[in-house]
């Protein structure tokens, strides 16, 4: 039996690693009403994404992910830039600064480092987006926050421009976390804004999900086919979309916690014109690097030729 860990302690120095907010939960596995993954893979909202058909068990439930798993610390890592880049093509906000895999991974990994000093037998996984569990489902769990219907996690401070991760744990806290009471209500705008109709009501989960086959970050990051479709209307991002986070209220108020320098700025506007070299140079330690320079040539055309 590992010691009690005291969540205060643990919230203490996430905010000290630097994570705008921190949330536990115990690490029972969830539901299909809160993570309708079957429909939405029953229905092929998934495109071309098969890793998201692996392990389906194993993102329901993190003890398949950790053997003998008792908490998941859930960890916001919010972005909101001051300002945005100008031009008619670009990329998406998220992508603005460094590879968030990495650096979220390194402070996960700082936060794991002041939980073994003060507790040496703490055990546990950090992840980013790259194992098969739910970042969204157990931030809700934690109480960070609810599922919006552009269906993001929507902190109620933070709003939806933030990052997940987490540490699933053996050790048990000594206080956990409930989900939080809050809802879109009767707003609609993400849905009303999306140019593709690709947040669509999902009758049977009485949810709205994205249908990744129409939605252009899918297509502008995870398709990997010679052009896109013709119907998909990217309102030029060349890289991932920002059109349902820029139509929430919630996003109008969050506080901003990135600042764009002018030579990142300029850098980013110049980058539609970047031969080869240059991109390969940008994309190394960005989100970026998740496509290569034919997509990026493609996301262009296709942007182009849409306007
Ligand atoms: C696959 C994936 C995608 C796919 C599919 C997106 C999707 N909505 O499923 C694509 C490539 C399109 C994508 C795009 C983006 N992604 Co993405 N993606 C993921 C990934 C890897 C898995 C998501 C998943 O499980 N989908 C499967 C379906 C079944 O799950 P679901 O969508 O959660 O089910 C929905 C419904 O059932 C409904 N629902 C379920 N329960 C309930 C309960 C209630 C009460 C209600 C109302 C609704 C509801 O809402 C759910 C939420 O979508 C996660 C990382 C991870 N490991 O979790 C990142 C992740 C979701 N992505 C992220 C980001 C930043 C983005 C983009 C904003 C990037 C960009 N700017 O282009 C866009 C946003 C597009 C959008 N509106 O979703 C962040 C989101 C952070 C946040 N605040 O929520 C994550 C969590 C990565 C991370 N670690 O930070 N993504
Ligand atoms: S990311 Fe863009 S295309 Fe995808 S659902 Fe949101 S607005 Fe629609
Ligand atoms: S725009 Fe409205 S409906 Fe969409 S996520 Fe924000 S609050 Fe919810």
Redesign the pocket.
Known sequence: MTTTVSAEFVKQQAAEVGFQACGIAPAAPLHS?????R???AAG??AD?DY?QQHVDM?YDPRQLVEGARSVVSLLLAYKPDRRTEGNLRI????YGDD?HQRLKDMLFQLMDRLKQRYPDFQGRPF??????????W?VRAGLG??G???????PHYG??????EIVTTSAMDRYDEPVAG??GNCRR?VQACPNGA?VF?VE?H????D?RS?S??NT??NRDDSLPENVDTKGYIF???I??LACPYNETAPSSFSLSDDRKEAIEHLPLADETAFRHFAKHSPLNRIKYPQWQRNIAHASKNR
């Open positions: 009403e809160e993570f309708p993954l429909q939405w893979l909202y998934h994404m998201m993102r998406a906000q998220y992508a968030y980013v987006d790259t194992a098969p569990i739910s970042d969204r489902h931030a609810w599922i219907n552009n269906t993001l996690l929507l902190n939806s421009y933030c990052f997940i991760g809802s879109c993400c947040i999902n989960s949810c709205f999900m994205v990744a939605c970050s899918y990051i995870e991932g979309c920002d349902c986070q």
